[in-house]
C-alpha cells in the first residue's frame, strides 16, 4: 500500500477501535465493575477530603481517580442527574481516557520508527485487546494508571529523541510530561510507584550527556516529585501502621474464594486444555496464575461482559484464546530472531543501554504484580491481569523497537491484523446480545447506586 493509504488505514484502525469503546461503553451500567469504587467516589464528593484508609473497602487507594470521579460528580449533580444516569458521566472518565490511550500508543509508535506493517499490527493488538477494552468500560481507577503509563511512555520516548546539548528547553518540558505523569500514576494506584524508574533512568542517562544540566535543573525536579510521590504512602502508614496497606488487612470478604492459601496456587501450570473445555472461571483454572492472567487478557473469564448460559460465549472465548496463543507465538518467535541476529545497533551508548534496561524493568515489574499479590493474598481476585495492562503495553512498545529490523512477510502481520479485528467484532456483538437483557447472570453482584 502506499503511505497515504496506509495513513487511512492507521486512521480507520483506530476509529474502529475507538467505535469498540464507546459501543460497550453505552451497553454496560455504570455499577458493573469488580469492586464498589462509587462508595468511596461518593466519600470524596461529600466535602472532597480524603476518607480514611479503611472507611469503605476501595478506601485504601490513592486518591487521583477519586478526586477526578468526585469532580465528574459534581458536574452530574450541577446538572441535575440522578441515578445510572449520573454515575454515567463518572464511567464515561474511563472510555475517554482509553480514547486517549490509542491514539498516545500510536504517536508513539510513529516516535519509536516502526514500519507501517508492525505499526498496524501492534495498534491493531491494543485496539481490540479484551483485557483494555473491558477495564475501560468499569468505574475504577485502573484505567487511570494504564492512561498515565502511556503518557509516561510517550514522553520517554520523546526524550530519547531529544539531545539536551541541542534544546534544553524541549528536554525540561519533556521530562516535566514525564515527572507528572509518573506522580499521577503513583497517586492512582500502589503498584504505579513503578513509573518512577523511567524519569530516574533519563536523570541518570542524562548524566552522560550533560551532567550540570542534569545536576542543577532535572535533578531537583526529580527529588521534588519522589518526595511528593512517597507521601501517599507515608500518610497511609501513618493511619495504619501497615507498609502498602491493602484493604484485605481490614475486610474478609475474599476469604472464601478459592484457591484459599498458596499451597493451592499453581504459579508455573497452563492450563489451555481445561481452558478450551471451559473458558469461563472455574475451580479447575482459577489455582493457575499464569492461566488467569492469559484467560482475562483475552476473555471475559470472570463473565462481567458475557452469558456463560448463552453457549455461542464458551465459542467467543476459545477463539479468544487461540487468538491470545497466536500472540504469545509472534512475540516469542520474532524475540528469538532478536537474539539470534543480535540487532543492537541502536544501542550507541550507556545511556541508551540504562533507558532500555530501564523501560524492560519497569513492563516486567508489572507483569509481577499480580505474583507479589497472590502471594500476600492467595486467592483468585488477586489474579487480575488489569494490573499487567501498563506493562504489556510498554513491552509492546519496547517488542516493536527491537524487532522493527527484522525483515517478516507483511501477508504474515495482515493476517493477525484481521484477525484481531475479526475477534474483535464478534466480542462487540456477544456482549450486546448478552446485556441486553437481565444481568442477573454476572459472576458478581452489581454495585447499589450511592446515596446522598
Known sequence: MSNPKISRFIVLLLCLGICFRVILFLVN????????????????????????????????????????????????????????CKWKIVQSINCILSLLVL?????????????????????????FLPRDIF????????????????????YFVKLLKTKP????????????????????GSFTKQHGLLLLILPISITISHLYINRRFVLTTLMPILIVVLVFASSDELWKYKQTGHFLVSNQDYYDYAENQFPGSLNGVRFFSFELNKLLENPFISRETSASLPTEIFARIF???????????RYFTYYVGRLGYL??????????????????????????SKGDLINYISLFLVGILFTLVPVVQTIRYPYFSSMKAMFIVPGIIILGALHATICKNIKAVPNVFCLITIMNFLYGVILLVAICLSMGGTLD????????YPTN
Open 103 to 127: 491514539v498516545l500508543f500510536s504517536k508513539i509508535l510513529t516516535k519509536i520508527g516502526v514500519n507501517n506493517g508492525l505499526k498496524i499490527l501492534y495498534l491493531s493488538f491494543l485496539a
Open 323 to 348: 487468538l491470545g496463543i497466536i500472540w504469545l507465538l509472534y512475540f516469542s518467535i520474532s524475540t528469538y530472531f532478536w537474539v539470534k541476529n543480535n540487532y543492537t545497533q541502536h544501542l550507541k
Open 441 to 448: 447472570y454476572l459472576h458478581g453482584p452489581l454495585w447499589p
Open 29 to 84: 451500567p455504570p455499577n458493573n465493575s469488580y469492586d464498589d469504587h462509587m462508595e468511596v467516589i461518593q466519600l470524596y464528593s461529600e466535602d472532597f477530603e480524603r476518607p480514611l484508609p479503611f472507611e469503605c473497602w476501595q478506601a485504601y487507594q490513592p486518591p487521583a481517580y477519586y478526586y477526578i470521579g468526585a469532580i465528574f460528580l459534581k458536574c452530574a449533580d450541577f446538572l441535575g442527574l440522578k441515578g445510572a
Open 299 to 309: 476473555f471475559d473469564y470472570e463473565w462481567r461482559f458475557l452469558d456463560p448460559n
Open 135 to 154: 477495564t475501560s468500560l468499569m468505574v475504577g481507577n485502573d484505567y487511570l494508571l494504564i492512561f498515565s503509563s502511556v503518557a509516561v511512555l510517550f
Open 165 to 184: 546539548e541541542i534544546s534544553k528547553r524541549l528536554t525540561l518540558l519533556n521530562f516535566l510530561g514525564l515527572s507528572f505523569f509518573a506522580l499521577l
